[in-house]
Nanobody
Framework: EVQLQASGGGLVQAGGSLRLSCAASGFTFDDYAIGWFRQAPGKEREGVSCISSSDGSTYYADSVKGRFTISSDNAKNTVYLQMNSLKPEDTAVYYC??????????????????????WGKGTQVTVSS
């Protein structure tokens, strides 16, 4: 059974930092693309950052480039999202997702094949101004 457990959300002031973690189990980590998505109230879910082990690629939404960094620890089956210089518009529920069919992080980030197959429960990130 594929399981994704996200953690690390919280309340932070603008300009602050948070690190999200996604602990994965039930699948071969290297065979999947894994990414972070977010959904703010009244808005559609959007891809924030993704990573693909198959080609080593990463994806960042334009709104987070230069501020967020995605990384993976294959030994721990964990993907991290380091979020720096947070802005109030980053406030959202952040979800970790995984999919075996996305070959590149870019494709997963913009969901060219539709939403990823597997989702974890979200973690709330709130950035105060």
């Amino acid at each position: 059974e594929v399981q994704l457990q996200a953690s690390g959300g919280g309340l932070v002031q603008a300009g602050g930092s948070l690190r999200l973690s996604c602990a994965a189990s039930g699948f071969t980590f290297d065979d999947y693309a894994i990414g972070w998505f977010r959904q703010a109230p009244g808005k559609e879910r959007e891809g924030v950052s993704c990573i693909s082990s198959s080609d080593g690629s990463t994806y960042y939404a334009d709104s987070v480039k230069g501020r967020f960094t995605i990384s993976s620890d294959n030994a721990k089956n964990t993907v991290y999202l380091q979020m720096n210089s947070l802005k109030p518009e980053d406030t959202a529920v952040y979800y970790c997702a995984a999919d075996p069919y996305y070959a590149t992080a870019q494709a997963m980030g913009v969901m060219t094949l539709g939403p990823p197959d597997y989702w974890g429960k979200g973690t709330q990130v709130t950035v105060s101004s």
